[in-house]
């Protein structure tokens, strides 16, 4: 999976691995710490739980 423009450090995209142990920056190779990965996550989670469930 990848998160698109996320970043923090250069707002880069983010290769998130199957087992969510690691995220790492595509673009500048920046790996995320616990809590910069749990922050996206949660986001993540938000932003799937808003679309609307298909019919
Ligand atoms: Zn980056």
Avoid at 15 to 33: M, N, P
Wanted: proline share 5%; with cysteine.
């Amino acid at each position: 999976m990848v998160a698109f423009k996320s970043c923090p450090r250069c707002h880069g995209d983010l290769l998130i691995s199957r087992k969510i142990e690691d995220v790492s920056c595509l673009q500048c190779g920046y790996e995320l710490k616990p809590a910069e990965r749990e922050t996206l996550l949660a986001r993540i989670n938000q932003r799937a739980r808003r679309l609307p469930v298909a019919a």
